[in-house]
């Protein structure tokens, strides 16, 4: 208590002063509406400058369950597009080749690699979650992979930047397929293969997954044609794609389970049998 007495009378002229300064200044502020109008509108601007950044501190926190809530209403969304789908209508997936169902689990990359020859990612989802092998992996883009092996929480996805990738795909609108796989090079350009030469290929054109297996649906993006050519036969065309993913930057990837897909491959089994 004593070193406050002190400290008041040490300062008693500034203490006065400032006494002084803010009454006058009340006064000036009650007295003129002008003075009071500035005062207030400036006091607004403080207090919401303030609330502002407080409010911004809380939204950036809050990002990660913002996201995982987009991330489950997407996947509530592919769900429908994928049961609700319209063969003749190009925004839908078509997957007329057979009548399946599909179920999507979102998963988040925990690991990706994209600078190797064979390259996998790995995913927070597993045995647990109801993944198994040879289910297919797509983003909000295009096709990512296809699962390879899992644990009890996560699974490794065979990337379409590997090697030993082959993917069913095909010349958007029409029935022209061939088999996309990567050269090894460039993570943001895969190659297909096996294209007839009677297809109406033209630079810019959409390719996208054929159907013709048990693991994606038709109609799934992969990127568009950067350039082709023949072949040394001459009877097909070599194009490379260039992908709708940055495959060097994944976050969110949506696996997709054919409910059909045993059904589908015992039938197809006894055909090759």
Not at 26 to 33: M, P, W
Not at 35 to 63: P, Q
Not at 85 to 93: A, C, Q, V
């Amino acid at each position: 208590m004593q070193q406050i007495i002190n400290f008041v009378i040490r300062n008693k002229t500034f203490l006065l002063f400032l006494l002084l300064f803010s009454v006058s200044l009340a006064l000036t502020i009650q007295s003129h509406s002008y003075h009071r109008s500035k005062f207030i509108n400036s006091a607004n601007s403080l207090t919401g400058g303030v609330y502002g950044t407080f409010n911004s501190i809380g939204k950036y926190f809050n990002l990660k369950d913002k996201n995982e809530k987009l991330a489950e209403e997407n996947r509530h969304l592919r769900m429908q597009l994928l049961k609700h789908r319209e063969p003749n209508d190009s925004t839908f997936i078509d997957s007329s080749l057979f009548e399946a169902t599909y179920k999507i689990v979102t998963a988040q990359v925990y690991k990706n690699s994209y600078a190797l020859t064979n390259n996998f990612l790995m995913l927070n989802k597993g045995k647990k979650d109801s993944i198994k092998q040879d289910f297919g992996v797509i983003s909000s883009k295009g096709i990512i992979g296809i699962i390879d092996n899992t644990s009890k929480s996560y699974a490794t996805v065979l990337s379409i930047l590997n090697t030993n990738s082959r993917i069913n795909a095909r010349l958007k609108g029409t029935n022209h397929l061939g088999t996309l796989k990567w050269n090894g090079k460039s993570p943001y350009f895969s190659q297909l293969v096996d294209v007839s030469k009677f297809a109406p290929v033209k630079i810019g054109d959409t390719i996208e997954t054929g159907g013709q297996s048990a693991i994606f649906p038709r109609g799934i993006g992969i990127g568009t044609i950067n350039k082709f050519e023949t072949d040394i036969s001459g009877d097909t065309y070599n194009i490379e794609v260039k992908l709708f993913n940055d495959m060097t930057n994944l976050g969110t990837v949506y696996i997709i389970e054919n409910t059909d897909r045993n059904e589908i491959r015992a039938l197809q089994n006894t055909i090759d049998d």
